[in-house]
């Protein structure tokens, strides 16, 4: 962790006294700590190095116009101090949605994963000021190929094949859908960002993708994410419990742009 960003003295504010705990650190330049106070009051405290492609001012613009549409962590604080910037939420109740004693039950784990995409999905995306519709998605995917901000052995899923990133990049425009299908999307509906208790979906965590585009942007990474979870065989109880065929164009064209996008 040496090389993590450390939290900032200004984000722990009145907590200084309270438990910190690494909960999150896929690269060192964005780790997600849990705070928990002696009382038991848990909050979640993000710190990225700024100069991330994912600003963490993005996610607090998401978080908070969907606070009034959907469960989602409370935006407490936000701020910067010129070489990191921090995202301070509050908890929420739930479990995650790779917790074991969930993961030992598929079945009926996977079709309340749906509910709970079919739930995002019904929001108006005439009220979503967050916009990720092809016209804007394909050149930030293209810009990042081009500046070399895409590594094809990190950021490539091997189910693509062995694609270099302007390979990918290629296969990406000549699959392009005629039509979008488009709904408010999370952006990145994998388990790991989703809570769930009592039978149903209480949270959506990690927004800052957030934005309407085709529904098969959020269900191509989530069938993708129910196999990489659960295993195989899961992956049409999903989509029928969500009310969908399978669309095999769009599931390799919205993997393939999520890979590609910051």
């Known amino acids: 962790m040496e090389e993590s960003p450390r939290i900032p003295p ?13 909960v999150w650190s896929l690269v060192p330049e964005r780790v997600t700590w849990r705070l928990r106070a002696a009382n038991g009051e848990t909050r979640f405290l993000k710190v990225y190095t700024l ?37 301070l939420t509050a908890g929420l109740p739930g479990v995650n949605a790779i917790d074991e004693g969930l993961r030992a039950d598929p079945s009926r784990l ?3 994963l749906a509910d709970g995409l079919r739930r995002l999905h ?8 967050f916009d990720y519709r092809l ?29 270099t ?7 990406l425009l000549r699959l392009r859908p005629r039509q979008e299908d488009l709904v408010v999307c999370h952006g990145d509906y994998c388990l790991p ?5 009592n039978g149903r979906v209480t949270g959506y965590l990690d927004l800052g993708r957030l934005g309407v585009a085709d529904r098969w942007w959020d269900l ?17 109880l999903f989509l029928d419990a969500y009310g969908i065929q399978r669309d095999p164009e769009k599931i390799a064209f919205y993997r393939l742009l999520y890979d590609l996008f910051p």
């Open 220 to 236: 191509a990474v989530a069938i993708w994410s129910i196999t990489h979870n659960l295993g195989p065989g899961w992956e049409d």
């Open 51 to 87: 100069g991330q492609e994912l600003r963490l001012s993005h996610e607090r613009d998401r978080l908070e116009w969907a606070a009034t549409r959907l469960p989602v962590p409370p935006v407490l604080a936000a701020g910067s101090d010129g070489e990191y910037e921090w995202l």
């Open 10 to 22: 200004a984000a722990l504010s009145e907590m200084k006294d309270w438990e910190t705990t690494v």
């Open 165 to 171: 990133a302007e390979a990918a990049l290629a296969q």
């Open 135 to 163: 016209e804007t998605a394909l050149p930030i995917a293209q810009r990042r190929v081009v500046e070399g901000l895409v590594n094809a052995e990190r950021d490539l899923r091997r189910d693509h094949g062995e694609l």
């Open 122 to 129: 019904a929001l108006s995306v005439d009220d979503c000021p």
């Open 110 to 112: 996977v079709p309340l």
């Open 193 to 197: 960002n989703v809570l769930v208790s």
